[in-house]
């Protein structure tokens, strides 16, 4: 599967953006969010798996972003609102979801990553 991220731009404080994680060849069980900002470890955002679509945040977006499948299950979307300066980076798709400090996934692909940046 190769997973292919887009949307990210820059917004003002407050503003949204949503991503899209398009995976060609075949549609993976769940799809990771994970970003990365200057200077700082990659952490797991958000992750949508299984049939019934559980989906997962991290407390630092719980609330404000939300994750969510297109019926074929190709395309993951990640509507990011109310965005906050310390939301910048590198946005990455993944097969792998983070919860906590647990990676997990039998899949292992990345997409390309793209960049959020958030002015205050």
Known sequence: VQLQASGGGLVHSGGSLRLSCAASGFAPDQIGWFRQAPGK????VSCISGNDETTYYAESV???????????GNTVYLQMKSLKPEDTAVYYCSTKCQFG?????????WGQGTLVTVSS
């Not at 470890?41 to 797991?44: N, T, Y």
């Not at 400090?101 to 692909?109: E, I, P, R, Y």
């Open 41 to 44: 470890q990659r952490e797991g």
């Open 62 to 72: 719980k609330g404000r972003f939300t994750i969510s499948r297109d019926n074929a």
């Open 101 to 109: 400090t647990v990676l997990v996934g039998n899949l292992d692909a």
